[in-house]
């Protein structure tokens, strides 16, 4: 599973690739629950799920329950942006549980830890090697 980091104070997000035993924490989370950033290897930091996407591109809905795929009729929100006034359409969305199924979880930062997420997820190190080549 792939996790994004979004940190709201520098306005910059971050990916991170969880492995099994980081990602089995996060099964039968819900949208909106906070996690402790211990557990997924980002010391001192406490995130909260926003979202995400299954294996097959579909989103994560806050409002539908479970983890299972539906088709919904959206007047708005993830999953269909309406081009007209009044416009709806039934559309395929993911319910607001975290399993097995997701392939990426979006995540934000709501209390910083003592280090950087820079130092933390190695952008640090990378960007030094792109400055001196």
Known sequence: MKLIV????????YQKELDKNQVKVLYNLKIGDRV???????VGYELVITGGSDNNGFPMRSDLHGTSRKRILLSKGPGFHPKRKGERKRKTVRGNTVAEDIAQLNVKVVKAGNEKLDKLLGKEKEEKKEKKE
């Not at 402790?36 to 980002?42: A, M, S, V």
Request: proline content about 7%; glycine content about 20%; hydrophobic content about 15%.
């Open 6 to 13: 979004s940190d709201p104070e520098t306005g910059k997000s």
């Open 36 to 42: 402790k950033g211990d557990q997924i290897g980002l």
